[in-house]
């Protein structure tokens, strides 16, 4: 069972990962949309669907295979400190989920304020956030 929720936590992270790269994409065109027009709305519909269609599901996914693994199996030890770090990692990338979603509702409600710059700017944070986590599990350099 152990080898099926590993699989399943990496499929999640991957989806997880994918929506948190993308979403902040489809920020820079909307941003450069004029608001009301076809093209915004469009944006409106792609963030929606994306945000609760597949990057929700797929955060809630990771921390439950994620926790599965940590307690479920008895193989982490949490006396080191990778473990801790990529908690704090993964407990950073949620916050930046729900960031996200203030985002999300910004635009939907045509309250952005925030140049297309700002989203491209911010598309990095998760894969920086990624490189660390992958780098404390795959390395634990400490």
């Known amino acids: 069972m152990y080898e099926w929720v590993k699989a399943l936590h990496v ?8 929506g948190m790269m993308y979403l902040p994409r489809l920020f820079v065109y909307h941003a450069e949309a004029a608001v009301g027009s076809d093209k915004a709305e469009t944006f409106k519909v792609m963030e929606r669907r994306l945000y609760r269609g597949i990057i929700t599901p797929a955060m809630l996914a990771t921390w439950l295979f994620g926790l599965w ?28 989920h729900g960031w996200y979603g203030s985002m999300l509702r910004a635009f939907k409600d045509d309250r952005n304020t925030r140049p297309h710059t700002f989203y491209r700017a911010i598309n990095e944070i998760p894969f920086v956030m990624a490189i660390v986590i992958v780098i404390a599990v795959i390395v634990k350099p400490f």
Do not use: T
Request: charged share 5%.
């Open 69 to 96: 693994l940590a307690f479920g199996f008895g193989i982490v030890d949490f006396s080191q400190g990778w473990m801790w770090l990529k908690a704090a990692m993964v407990i950073a990338l949620s916050a930046v």
């Open 11 to 18: 499929i999640s992270v991957i989806a997880w990962m994918a």
